[in-house]
């Protein structure tokens, strides 16, 4: 099946910093590739996703890209704010495979 | 609509009993999802139900735990005998798609498992 790796596990930033983060897939025929949120005590929450006929996508201060080459695809969040702060997870697959998550990175944007 | 429906929110029993976890999806959606969340393991997903058919079950650890969708508006997740290390979040999604292509799922409030 397919394996979705995420780095990195936790990412601190101060407020109005930018945040990165990358997950890497497998499989080349995953067509798929969302990002959930997960904050403290609550269930995951789908903030962006992409297909891979796009390379990019925006969504205000949230922006997901896609390498289908080198199969990575990263979140970026500008201008980061306090309630930012929770547990991202991407996933990846489509096709034969049912999107897979990965480990989760722990955002904290400090005031 | 009322979003994916849980219950019991928590549940607390002692090692060896049975334990029933229920799922209501969103009217409409075919795909049902069961994950298990931990610190230790992330989300795991146990099963994937497509129109009410058992999809994938590779998840599922051990003959210990059973899930069932008897209709497109409920699904169960047993174990038993429950163990302590079974204890976890076990979140129910649902979604509007099916292979080959998969949409946005919609996760439950989540059941907090305890065994003791």
């Known amino acids: 099946g397919e394996n979705v790796e995420q780095h990195p596990s936790t990412l601190s930033v101060q407020e109005g910093d930018s945040a990165v983060i990358k997950c890497t897939y497998s499989?080349?025929?995953?067509?798929?590739f969302p990002w959930y949120k997960q904050e403290l005590g609550k269930r995951p929450q789908l903030i962006i996703d992409?297909?891979?006929?796009?390379g990019e996508k925006k969504d205000q201060r949230i922006a997901v890209t896609l390498n289908k080459t080198a199969k990575h695809f990263s979140l970026h969040i500008t201008e980061t704010q306090p309630e930012d702060s929770a547990v991202y997870f991407c996933?990846?697959?489509?096709?034969?495979?049912?999107?897979?998550f990965g480990r989760g990175t722990s955002l904290i944007v400090h005031p | 609509d009322a979003g994916v429906i849980q219950s019991p929110r928590h549940e607390v029993t002692e090692m060896g009993q049975e334990v029933t976890l229920r799922c209501k999806p969103i009217?409409?959606?075919?795909?049902l999802f069961w994950y298990r969340q931990t610190m230790m393991r992330g989300l795991e997903l146990l099963i994937y139900?497509?129109?009410?058919?058992?999809?994938?079950d590779s998840g599922m650890p051990e003959d210990r735990f059973s899930a069932k969708m008897p209709n497109a508006s409920f699904s169960t997740l047993k174990i038993q005998p429950s163990e302590p290390r079974d204890s976890a979040v076990y979140f129910c999604?649902?979604?509007?798609?099916?292979?080959?292509?998969?949409?946005?799922?919609?996760f439950g409030p989540g059941t907090r498992l305890t065994v003791l």
């Open positions: 999604a649902s979604s509007l798609a099916g292979p080959p292509a998969y949409n946005e799922q919609f």
């Open positions: 499989d080349s025929a995953s067509n798929y």
């Open positions: 996933a990846g697959g489509g096709g034969s495979y049912i999107p897979t």
């Open positions: 009217s409409g959606h075919n795909s």
């Open positions: 992409i297909r891979s006929n796009v």
């Open positions: 139900f497509n129109n009410n058919v058992p999809i994938d």
